[in-house]
């Protein structure tokens, strides 16, 4: 991401375990036989474990997939394979990855395997943690109730998040699922003070130097960490990325006993880079092309999103839509293993009202008389039936006129123009770009002034005064 000189992220080209010129006395599993891209196949006399990290003498890191027959192995290389050769030796590092863990690791940027990407020291490698933990026990696990309070009107009242839950953010290119995941981790990590883990899968260089940039402006890198798998770096780093992130956030929930923010941008290229991975290994493609694999992989990463009694981890993942299509495998698989589902519409973005959020379609299963109460949960039924009445009657409108509409039907569309206008919202994280002030509003206030839209407190205020706003009061 940019050279160190140039003030911006840079990549380490070793994962720090062995320098040239040191004494090696790791144990050779092997030599390669081949390369094919990204892929090497390992002629070794004792088959290395599945998963097993191994190492070349210039710190090319490869990981084991497949056993092709009693001595040959196949492996995915984690760093470029330009370096790779036949007849190259290969070392074991006596297990799967690890990465180094250390309360140190609050506020710094990192890469798949801990090394700094910021330009700072390296970490203290005296205690590391395998990627690839199991998940917590099911006895040990806690199941929350509780609303993670945002400050982002139309979650807080349409889907509410629940605190150590699982959210996704749906929708197509451009719909701005990183904007308002970006704005959702600077309001939690300020509203709740816990820390936060981002797992950047397939990141944008640029998208990546900007968030680093912005929450450094912020305040808020000293209880963050940052893994980023760049979008071109191997399909075996943008696979693992997600990973070492977890492990991080897990390090922090056990050890530390924090309430862990955890957010993924974006969950489709972790599937992306495990069909690249699979069509590598020569797998036969199933639904749609998807590897075959696609539901294991994905609750591979889900299960481990888990708050226990010693601390809670909230996840927030982004996920591509492809073609706006939600039926897709991919969105499919995801969807089944989340707590809230929002889903951004490209119709709302082209009507001007941001966060595009549909509230038709989203939904959270915390929405319920007994979790919610009984006001939180009324008035946001009132306000999915007045925009979904609103739905209903577009088409008659644009043909006839408001004109033409039963008194009753008229004030249902004039409310939820108005409902549909308040529930937009300036961001902190795009203030710098629209000039308005970023706000957040509290929840009690976005019940009161929905509730008063409803019962016509402001049939007389015109819809531009609900446009890109907090509180009506305010």
């Given at each position: 991401?940019?050279?160190?000189r140039e003030g911006g992220l840079h990549k380490s080209c070793t994962p720090g375990w062995y320098e040239e010129g040191m004494a090696d006395t790791r144990e050779a599993v092997g030599e390669i036989c081949a390369v094919n891209g990204d892929?090497?196949?390992?002629?070794?006399?004792?088959?290395?474990?599945?998963?097993?990290?191994?190492?070349?003498?210039?710190?090319?890191?490869?990981?084991?997939?497949?056993?092709?027959?009693?001595?040959?192995?196949?492996?995915?290389?984690?760093?470029?394979?330009?370096?790779?050769?036949?007849?190259?030796?290969?070392?074991?590092?006596?297990?799967?990855?690890?990465?180094?863990?250390?309360?140190?690791?609050?506020?710094?940027?990192?890469?798949?395997?801990?090394?700094?990407?910021?330009?700072?020291?390296?970490?203290?490698?005296?205690?590391?943690?395998?990627?690839?933990?199991?998940?917590?026990?099911?006895?040990?696990?806690?199941?929350?109730?509780?609303?993670?309070?945002?400050?982002?009107?139309?979650?807080?009242?349409?889907?509410?998040?629940?605190?150590?839950?699982?959210?996704?953010?749906?929708?197509?290119?451009?719909?701005?699922?990183?904007?308002?995941?970006?704005?959702?981790?600077?309001?939690?990590?300020?509203?709740?003070?816990?820390?936060?883990?981002?797992?950047?899968?397939?990141?944008?260089?640029?998208?990546?130097?900007?968030?680093?940039?912005?929450?450094?402006?912020?305040?808020?890198?000293?209880?963050?960490?940052?893994?980023?798998?760049?979008?071109?770096?191997?399909?075996?780093?943008?696979?693992?990325?997600?990973?070492?992130?977890?492990?991080?956030?897990?390090?922090?929930?056990?050890?530390?006993?924090?309430?862990?923010?955890?957010?993924?941008?974006?969950?489709?290229?972790?599937?992306?880079?495990?069909?690249?991975?699979?069509?590598?290994?020569?797998?036969?493609?199933?639904?749609?092309?998807?590897?075959?694999?696609?539901?294991?992989?994905?609750?591979?990463?889900?299960?481990?999103?888990?708050?226990?009694?010693?601390?809670?981890?909230?996840?927030?993942?982004?996920?591509?839509?492809?073609?706006?299509?939600?039926?897709?495998?991919?969105?499919?698989?995801l969807l089944g293993h989340l707590d809230t589902v929002v889903i951004l519409s490209r119709a709302q973005a082209a009507e001007g009202i941001y966060p595009a959020i549909d509230p038709l379609a989203s939904s959270s299963r915390l929405m319920?008389?007994?979790?919610?109460?009984?006001?939180?949960?009324?008035?946001?039924?009132?306000?999915?039936?007045?925009?979904?009445?609103?739905?209903?009657?577009?088409?008659?409108?644009?043909?006839?006129?408001?004109?033409?509409?039963?008194?009753?039907?008229?004030?249902?569309?004039?409310?939820?123009?108005?409902?549909?206008?308040?529930?937009?919202?300036?961001?902190?994280?795009?203030?710098?770009?629209?000039?308005?002030?970023?706000?957040?509003?509290?929840?009690?206030?976005?019940?009161?002034?929905?509730?008063?839209?409803?019962?016509?407190?402001?049939?007389?205020?015109?819809?531009?005064?609900?446009?890109?706003?907090?509180?009506?009061?305010?």
């Amino acid at each position: 991401m940019g050279s160190a000189r140039e003030g911006g992220l840079h990549k380490s080209c070793t994962p720090g375990w062995y320098e040239e010129g040191m004494a090696d006395t790791r144990e050779a599993v092997g030599e390669i036989c081949a390369v094919n891209g990204d892929v090497v196949d390992i002629a070794c006399p004792r088959l290395p474990p599945i998963r097993q990290a191994l190492q070349t003498d210039g710190g090319i890191m490869l990981e084991v997939h497949q056993h092709l027959n009693p001595k040959r192995a196949r492996a995915i290389a984690l760093h470029p394979a330009a370096g790779l050769r036949r007849g190259q030796t290969l070392y074991d590092t006596g297990g799967p990855l690890r990465v180094p863990v250390d309360p140190s690791l609050l506020g710094r940027v990192v890469d798949l395997f801990g090394n700094p990407l910021d330009g700072g020291a390296p970490l203290d490698a005296a205690v590391t943690r395998s990627i690839y933990a199991s998940p917590v026990a099911l006895t040990q696990t806690r199941q929350s109730t509780e609303i993670l309070e945002t400050g982002i009107k139309a979650v807080d009242l349409l889907c509410p998040f629940a605190r150590g839950g699982k959210t996704g953010l749906f929708g197509g290119a451009g719909v701005g699922k990183t904007v308002l995941m970006n704005e959702f981790m600077s309001s939690v990590v300020t509203m709740h003070a816990g820390v936060s883990v981002f797992a950047g899968v397939g990141e944008r260089i640029r998208e990546g130097h900007e968030l680093w940039r912005s929450m450094t402006v912020a305040g808020l890198m000293p209880t963050t960490i940052m893994v980023y798998g760049q979008m071109d770096e191997s399909p075996g780093v943008r696979f693992r990325v997600a990973f070492t992130a977890l492990t991080y956030a897990e390090y922090l929930r056990d050890t530390l006993g924090k309430e862990v923010l955890f957010l993924v941008d974006n969950m489709f290229r972790f599937v992306q880079a495990g069909s690249e991975i699979s069509g590598l290994l020569g797998r036969m493609p199933a639904t749609v092309g998807y590897q075959p694999t696609l539901q294991s992989e994905v609750a591979e990463v889900e299960e481990r999103i888990l708050s226990t009694a010693s601390g809670a981890i909230t996840s927030v993942q982004t996920v591509y839509v492809p073609a706006d299509d939600i039926t897709d495998p991919a969105v499919e698989a995801l969807l089944g293993h989340l707590d809230t589902v929002v889903i951004l519409s490209r119709a709302q973005a082209a009507e001007g009202i941001y966060p595009a959020i549909d509230p038709l379609a989203s939904s959270s299963r915390l929405m319920d008389r007994r979790t919610l109460g009984e006001r939180h949960y009324t008035i946001a039924q009132d306000v999915r039936s007045h925009l979904a009445r609103y739905r209903e009657l577009r088409d008659i409108i644009s043909m006839l006129g408001m004109e033409e509409l039963a008194e009753a039907d008229r004030k249902i569309v004039e409310r939820a123009r108005k409902l549909q206008r308040y529930l937009t919202q300036p961001f902190n994280v795009t203030a710098h770009l629209t000039g308005i002030k970023g706000v957040s509003v509290k929840f009690d206030d976005t019940l009161r002034d929905c509730e008063e839209i409803i019962a016509g407190a402001y049939d007389k205020t015109a819809e531009s005064e609900c446009y890109m706003r907090g509180s009506l009061r305010a």
